[in-house]
């Protein structure tokens, strides 16, 4: 549990300094592509997480030549709800 922890966070931090483009905000690739689209940052959210449940889904059904390991959208998966649980904490915060 202890290394898999470790993976994910090294991939939530990566994820950061590569979407983000801001340290202050953590959300701000999904503000930014939710704004394009009209949609809130959840459902961008909810877009990015779909595509690994999806490659997940794939897997399970005997397909495994992917271009990501399935450990890698698991990983990924993990991360975009642990950003999810925090985008309803800090909307709970603001009502």
Same mark, same amino acid.
């Given at each position: =549990?202890?290394?898999?922890?470790?993976? @994910?966070?090294? +991939?939530?931090?990566? $994820?950061?300094?590569? /979407?983000?483009?801001?340290?202050?905000?953590?959300?701000?690739?999904?503000?930014?592509?939710?704004?394009?689209?009209?949609?809130?940052?959840?459902? +961008?959210? =909810?877009? /990015?997480?779909?595509?690994?449940?999806? $490659?997940? +889904?794939? /897997?399970?059904? $005997?397909?495994?030549?992917?271009?990501?390991?399935?450990?890698?959208? @698991?990983?990924?998966? @993990?991360? /975009?709800?642990?950003?999810?649980?925090? =985008?309803?904490?800090?909307?709970?915060?603001?009502?």
């Amino acid at each position: =549990m202890n290394n898999i922890w470790k993976q @994910i966070q090294q +991939t939530r931090d990566d $994820g950061q300094k590569e /979407y983000a483009h801001d340290q202050d905000n953590v959300f701000a690739n999904f503000d930014r592509v939710g704004s394009l689209l009209s949609i809130t940052s959840e459902k +961008t959210l =909810m877009v /990015y997480l779909l595509k690994h449940i999806d $490659g997940i +889904t794939a /897997y399970l059904a $005997g397909h495994k030549s992917q271009r990501e390991d399935v450990r890698g959208r @698991i990983k990924d998966a @993990i991360v /975009y709800l642990i950003l999810l649980w925090a =985008m309803v904490e800090e909307r709970d915060e603001k009502v």
